[in-house]
């Protein structure tokens, strides 16, 4: 069955280094989410791409975060430098062009200590 | 007021009880879809309304339009339905992304 596949599953990382996730959507999916969903809070979203762009990246904190899909296909997440704060769970979902439903990896758990 | 408020926050049934978890929306949607997260897992797309009812299993999900209102039903819960229920909703004005309620944590005791 096709899945969104998501690495790490956990990633500990020292305050200030910098720390990337990668996605991969199911085949043939052109839209693209990453989430950030802090612990006892439902997920909001960073940044959304329709194939290669960018269609949101309003809640994205561009000061640290960037994310790319450079051929439209998998996606990574980098944070550069991590802050305490960036501690969360990070899923990643795909859906196809023009498709409501969206389908989720299993996340990227993130601690910063 | 968030966009998405859902009721419960948290909810401790017996095995064999009936569930009903509520959710409110306040913009309009292409879609309402329940989702289930397990402690520390990913999450999994229960159900997606655009109108009606739909069941799967013990899973009932409704929808009303009129009223922005949907619900999550689980007749016959069992231990293994503990997790989070997350209600959102997607609308094509947004892009289709979602926006997520905060969540109703089961726990159900044997």
């Known amino acids: 069955e096709a899945e969104v596949a998501q690495s790490p599953r956990y990633k500990i990382t020292e305050k200030s280094q910098a720390v990337a996730f990668w996605c991969d959507p199911i085949s043939g999916h052109a839209t693209l989410y990453w989430y950030r969903q802090i612990l006892g809070q439902g997920p909001e979203l960073l940044v959304q791409f329709q194939d290669e762009s960018v269609v949101d990246d309003s809640q994205l904190p561009k000061d640290r975060f960037s994310a790319e899909r450079l051929k439209g296909v998998d996606s990574t997440l980098k944070i550069q430098p991590a802050e305490l704060g960036d501690s969360a769970m990070y899923l990643c979902?795909?859906?196809?062009?023009?498709?409501?439903?969206?389908?989720f990896g299993q996340g990227t758990r993130l601690t910063v200590v | 007021k968030n966009e998405v408020e859902q009721s419960p926050q948290n909810l401790t049934a017996q095995e064999g009880e009936f569930i009903t978890i509520n959710c409110s929306y306040s913009v309009g949607i292409s879609a309402l879809h329940w989702l289930q997260q397990h402690p520390g897992g990913g999450i999994v797309s229960l159900f997606m309304?655009?109108?009606g009812k739909k069941k799967h299993g013990r899973l009932i999900a409704t929808i009303n339009i009129q009223e922005k209102h949907s619900s999550l039903h689980i007749t016959a819960s069992h231990p293994r339905d503990s997790a989070v229920y997350i209600c959102a909703v997607s609308g094509r004005a947004a892009g289709n992304k979602l926006t997520f309620g905060g969540g109703t944590r089961v726990l159900v005791k044997p």
């Open positions: 309304l655009s109108s």
């Open positions: 979902a795909s859906s196809s062009q023009g498709g409501t439903e969206a389908f």
